[in-house]
């Protein structure tokens, strides 16, 4: 049974940083590319910053010198540094775990960042 556990969302002032954690189990870890999306009120769900199984790395233009993806594969967790958080951020982030050579897509429930003063 696959999980992916989203942690360390919430309320922060613009300007502020977030750190949110997946941990992911069921699934080996080290092969998938392992991303971030948020889906804010009203508007798609939109990739914001994914790390292949192999260290590349994409990122949103809006969130690009803001925001750091990285990944333990010994943790099986990956995570997202958000720095400079603006009332735009604000969504609830979805952990996604995907291979390319097989239909395997798995998300997580998904964690709310709010930011505003």
């Known amino acids: 049974q696959v999980q992916l556990v989203e942690s360390g969302g919430g309320l922060v002032q613009p300007g502020g940083s977030l750190r949110l954690s997946c941990a992911a189990s069921g699934i080996i870890f080290s092969i998938y590319t392992m991303g971030w999306y948020r889906q804010a009120p009203g508007k798609q769900r939109e990739l914001v910053a994914r790390?292949?199984?192999?260290?590349?790395?994409n990122y949103a233009d809006s969130v690009k010198g803001r925001f750091t993806i990285s990944r333990d594969n010994a943790k099986n967790t990956v995570y997202l540094q958000m720095n400079s958080l603006k009332p735009e951020d604000t969504a609830v982030y979805y952990c996604n775990a995907r291979r390319t050579d097989v239909p395997n897509n798995y998300w997580g429930q998904g964690t709310q960042v709010t930011v505003s003063s």
């Open positions: 790390i292949i199984n192999g260290g590349s790395i």
